[in-house]
């Protein structure tokens, strides 16, 4: 018997009724399980990577320890140095607390002039020649009541008259002495000058303020000071006593204060 072939037409109500599937794509790698003979193509290509470089394994803890030995380091140092600004300012607190300490209390008591004359020169060169003994006399006190103070041996110079018409009037070296707590101490500064050349203009103004008593004083001394407590000293300073600025008539009712200076730039009444 001879098979009948379906017609066209047939063949395509078959395939109007049967929907199409669309077709999956498999992922790459992808094995199927009932037919193993289907493996991967060899040509896929895969995604390119970089190759990571290989480091030898000691370097990375070597690193490690450097850093964590210098942060160690780092940690300690500022703890040490935190610790001793603590102890120095708990210490200098109770300094403070325990002895109040105070600044010497420094005045010019006195000024005297025992010999003041002047000798011409020539008759037309404008100058004279100035001889001079005076006395100073400094007066020191130590306020405080536990500390003492150390006083090296002082370089002193006296000044008479003001801006331009300044005159050195002898400088001396007067020796160091101690001072106790609540002690007062007088120190006497004799000065000496002997044929110094001084214009006609300046030694009229100088005779002129020395006769009326408006003649302007000034001593200063360059000494050092030791802070002590009993024999032991604390500390040291080399400071600069600056004392008077005012005039003779001045002397005959009160005492001249001093201006102390520390380090060449903190100034300090005394």
Request: with cysteine.
């Amino acid at each position: 018997m001879e098979q009948k072939r379906p017609t066209i037409a047939g063949d395509e109500e078959l395939a109007a009724e049967k929907p199409l599937k669309p077709v999956l794509q498999k992922p790459p790698g992808f094995r199927d399980q009932e037919n193993p003979s289907a493996l991967p193509s060899e040509t896929a290509t895969l995604p390119h990577r970089r190759p990571r470089p290989i480091h030898p394994a000691s370097l990375y803890p070597e690193k490690k320890r450097r850093r964590s030995w210098c942060r160690v380091f780092c940690c300690c140092l500022c703890i040490f140095v935190a610790v001793i600004l603590l102890l120095l300012i708990v210490a200098v607190t109770f300094f403070f607390l325990w002895y109040s300490p105070k600044l010497p209390v420094v005045r010019l008591a006195s000024f005297k002039i025992s010999k003041f004359n002047f000798s011409s020169g020539g008759s037309d060169d404008g100058w004279s020649f100035l001889t001079s003994d005076a006395t100073a006399m400094l007066d020191f006190r130590n306020p405080n009541g536990k500390l003492w103070f150390h006083y090296g041996d002082a370089d002193v110079a006296v000044i008479l008259g003001e801006k331009d018409f300044e005159t050195n009037l002898g400088s001396t070296k007067v020796k160091g002495f101690i001072e106790k707590p609540g002690n007062r101490t007088a120190v006497i500064i004799p000065t000496r000058v002997r044929k110094r050349q001084v214009d006609d203009p300046r030694a009229k103004r100088l005779r002129a303020e020395l006769k009326s008593k408006k003649l302007l004083v000034k001593v200063t001394a360059k000494t050092k000071v030791g802070l002590a407590v009993g024999s032991r000293r604390i500390v040291t300073v080399g400071v600069s006593f600056r004392c008077g600025g005012v005039r003779l008539q001045t002397f005959d009712s009160q005492m001249a204060k001093c201006t102390i200076k520390l380090l060449k730039w903190i100034k300090l009444r005394s």
